[in-house]
């Protein structure tokens, strides 16, 4: 066979002189889908690369250390001094308002010190040096916010407004903040003052909830093992210290973790993408080797092995193959060119274009295994039709399937790929289910057409000329429904699948979501407020619900013992364990949960501490009753015993928590008070009232409106739904293609067909009504099993995995039928119409 090779390579390249002609389809749908891949995975490295680089920048030290509620003590700041320049931050929510008390926003106000920033550069319109930015004048401290704060509060350089008891001057726009990245998203516009200005508001009182950030800068030419080993001096030293320490190394992992995430989601979208492409593959080579039917007998005639005429064919179709991977690498290599300056808007962190052989490769090689796992089985049916065949016949319609060996290898080869899929992504679980869905989509999108084309056989015969041959061009031999169902199929399922998510999310943000919510949460009540608190809003809301609960901030630091770093824990439980967590203590079940297991304690129970735990995270950590928990509260570790579960409604978006202890577990904390008012009847008039008058007589709390925050979450929404519908599309551009390719490959049969009957009689009328009833019966029945399919999806999505109400949206479904049919009918129509110009005597000499 391997002498044979030369010989086949001359033969491969003699035959493709003439051009590409057919292979169009072929080309663009494997471009498509390795670009995708390629681009989408060059695009996350170019950022992550970027994160690494700017690193420190972006981090704003080191190493940083982040404790909650509570400043670093003596000894903490001694040690930490002792490792490099410190520089510390404070960070919390806070209420902006206006000297007059007319209006106010919610801020994120940061305060920082001399130090600030150790790396990169504040960045403010005008530039002014820190002493003039942010000096005390008279009582005015100076401080910098970006447009939005401009815009929402109506203000202009110099004009000033409060922040707790005291008064800034607004004397600079913010235009950079270097380290903004790593303190996280947030929902209000920054506000950047100075330690002393944040000290003299009143705002940072025992429980606040306020952060304080400890950056360093370690001496030049420090090497990644000595600032891990400063890291793990500090956990060593300072044990119950409770801080979050990252390096920078690490320095925004909130944001790497999404970027992967949403970088696995297109990958596999782009995967999906080519192997719908990898249909017209199958559809262009059958088409094609069906052209050489005369070529191949010839080679058969003279003595040519049917592995030759296999290896000859095989080798053009790679040559192929490979201009189109070329094509896609070509242009998923300038994807971190053309989007990095695209996605500075979005991403506050410099992509660094280049080019990324390793997601490249990866491209190709998914390129590679798709051409030959939906090519294998059209040559493997032509190597094996013998040479009177082929002179005989049109070409390998009804010729069965081909024999064992290359229908195992195109099973092999797509099990090497769906291996790769999931081997190749972040999260495996996730990976899994979408390969297993795509395959299991392959098998009933092949069931459907089967289904379709034997109730087109079993039908009771129609009196209408043009139906009757509709519904025998369905299940004829070489007819056009598996191609159709399988390519349109798979496309229009991913499309479906994502606009049920996208329209629920939206429906849950826009409108069931703040009808269940409260309008208002009030965050940093301090507990000598409360009752004065709830009168107030009593006597501005009559007709409100005010709930109200005690509050601190605390971090998970072990499981059973085990330190959390040490533990494995599946994705979708990791984020109790991720950073700070709200914590409270009750005597009483909260409203908003239900016991699943376990038992209260009594009202006056005063033994070792207890904990109740919401049992879906619970069941997500591995957690059971009687197992500890140690959390880490102001610098103290606390461990309590798990007494119960709680079933928790997350989805009221009211005061909700993983975790709830007993009262005694925190006897003599400093902490603040968290409550929620619900008032159905309020109008925006109403809640500007209550917003100002709270504002007015308490500014050290912080009053979020619900519907502002799912503003801000419904924006991100459509932001991602944006990509991921542009994603899918590359799905749908693809399935097109393929749609059409697989409507030129029948033309060669339609003619015949179309010849033959109009010398019976046809009418030119009756042949395009036959033909455009085929094609609408096929696209209706594709357009029914993709909204069954992506509906089944979408509510897994939707009701499982986000546990949010699902529900089948007409819009999508309306649109999805259309859809279909203006594709199959106007495709299918555009070819018929050639069809139907031919002359009949050149096609019946030919025959």
């Known amino acids: 066979m391997l002498k044979d090779l030369p010989l086949a390579f001359r033969f491969a390249a003699r035959e493709m002189r003439g051009g590409l002609r057919g292979f169009l389809i072929f080309l663009t749908c494997i471009a498509l889908g390795v670009a995708a891949i390629g681009g989408v995975n060059s695009v996350a490295r170019a950022i992550t690369a970027g994160v690494a680089s700017e690193g420190q920048a972006l981090l704003g030290g080191d190493i940083r250390f982040q404790l909650i509620q509570r400043e670093a003590t003596d000894k903490e700041k001694t040690f930490l001094e002792g490792v490099g320049t410190v520089s510390h931050n404070a960070g919390m929510r806070s209420m902006a308002r206006l000297e007059d008390g007319s209006d106010q926003s919610l801020v994120e106000a940061k305060a920082v010190d001399d130090a600030y920033p150790l790396y990169g550069q504040l960045v403010t319109e005008p530039a002014l040096p820190r002493a003039e930015l942010f000096a005390e004048r008279s009582g005015i401290f100076g401080a910098a916010a970006p447009d939005l704060l401009f815009e929402r509060l109506n203000l202009k350089l110099g004009d000033r407004i409060k922040l707790g008891s005291a008064t800034f001057e607004l004397r600079a726009k913010l235009v950079t903040e270097p380290d903004a990245v790593s303190d996280g998203f947030g929902f209000a516009p920054r506000l950047l003052v100075s330690m002393e200005g944040l000290t003299t508001s009143g705002l940072i009182q025992p429980g606040s909830l306020v952060e304080h950030a400890y950056k360093l800068r370690m001496p030049v030419g420090t090497s990644e093992a000595e600032v891990a080993d400063a890291r793990e001096r500090a956990n060593a030293e300072f044990p119950e210290a409770g801080w979050s320490v990252r390096t920078r190394t690490n320095a925004a992992p909130a944001l790497s973790a999404n970027i992967e995430r949403f970088t696995q989601f297109l990958t596999l979208v782009g995967l999906t993408s080519l192997v719908v492409g990898g249909v017209g593959v199958a559809n262009a080579v059958r088409a094609y080797l069906d052209g050489k039917r005369g070529v191949i007998a010839t080679f058969k005639s003279l003595g040519a092995s049917g592995g030759f005429v296999l290896t000859v064919y095989l080798i053009q179709i790679l040559l192929i193959a490979g201009l189109g991977i070329a094509i896609g690498l070509a242009l998923g290599a300038l994807m971190p060119f053309a989007a990095s300056a695209a996605l500075q808007s979005v991403i506050p962190v410099p992509a660094e274009a280049g080019v990324y052989p390793a997601a490249l490769a990866m491209a190709a090689l998914f390129g590679v295994l798709v051409t ?11 190597r094996d039709v013998p040479a009177t065949a082929l002179f005989r016949e049109m070409g390998f319609e009804g010729r069965g399937l081909p024999r064992l060996v290359y229908i195992a290898t195109a099973l092999g080869i797509a099990a090497i790929l769906a291996a790769l899929a999931i081997w190749f992504a972040g999260d495996r679980r996730i990976a899994t289910i979408f390969v297993g869905a795509t395959i299991f989509s392959f098998l009933v999108l092949r069931a459907v057409a089967v289904a379709v084309q034997w109730l087109a056989r079993k039908s009771p015969r129609v009196r209408s000329t043009a139906l009757r041959l509709a519904v025998g061009n369905i299940h004829r031999p070489g007819a056009l429904t598996p191609s159709v169902v399988l390519s349109l199929g798979l496309g229009l399922t991913l499309l479906v699948t994502l606009a049920l998510i996208d329209g629920n999310l939206r429906r849950q943000i826009s409108g069931s979501l703040p009808e269940r919510a409260p309008n208002f949460f009030f965050v940093d009540i301090q507990p000598d407020q409360v009752d004065d608190f709830a009168r107030l809003v009593a006597t501005e809301a009559p007709g409100g619900k005010l709930v109200r609960v005690p ?24 984020w109790v364990l991720r950073g700070d967590r709200g914590l409270t203590y009750a005597k009483n079940l909260p409203e908003n949960s239900t016991l699943s297991q376990g038992t209260w304690w009594p009202a006056d129970y005063s033994g070792e501490p207890l904990v109740s735990f919401s049992a879906q995270e619970a069941g997500e950590l591995g957690l059971k009753i009687g197992d500890m928990v140690t959390v880490n509260v102001l610098g103290r570790n606390v461990t309590a015993k798990i007494a119960n579960f709680r079933e928790v409604q997350w989805e009221s978006m009211g005061i909700n928590f993983v975790m709830v202890f007993s009262p005694n577990t925190f006897a003599g904390a400093p902490h603040s008070w968290l409550a929620t008012l619900t008032e159905d009847k309020a ?17 050290a709390i912080t009053t979020v409106r619900v519907k502002d925050a799912l503003d801000v979450v419904n924006r991100l929404v459509a932001q991602l739904g944006t990509a991921i519908r542009a994603a899918a599309g590359v799905a749908l551009i693809a399935s097109v293609l393929v749609l059409a390719g697989a409507l030129a490959a029948g033309n060669r049969a339609r ?10 009689g046809a009418t030119r009328r009756t042949l ?5 009833l085929e094609y609408m019966l096929i696209g209706l029945a594709t357009a029914i099993f993709a909204l069954a399919a992506g509906g089944v999806a979408a509510w897994f999505v939707v009701a499982r995995i986000m546990t949010l109400p699902s529900s089948f949206l007409p819009e999508v479904a309306v649109a999805t039928i259309v859809f279909a049919l203006v594709l199959t009918v106007g495709f299918g129509l555009v070819g018929t119409w050639r069809v139907l110009g031919h002359k009949a005597a050149p096609v019946l000499r030919s025959e």
């Open 683 to 699: 109008v925006p008039a109403d809640e500007a009232k209550i917003l100002n008058a709270v504002t007015r007589s308490y500014p």
């Open 751 to 760: 003619v015949h067909d179309a010849v033959i009957l109009k010398t019976l």
């Open 551 to 574: 509050m601190l901030r605390g971090r998970v630091m072990a499981l059973n013992g085990t330190d959390v770093q040490k533990l494995n824990v599946p994705p979708e439980g990791a």
């Open 372 to 382: 030959l796992a939906f090519a294998i089985l059209p040559l493997g049916r032509a």
């Open 768 to 772: 395009i009504s036959a033909f455009s």
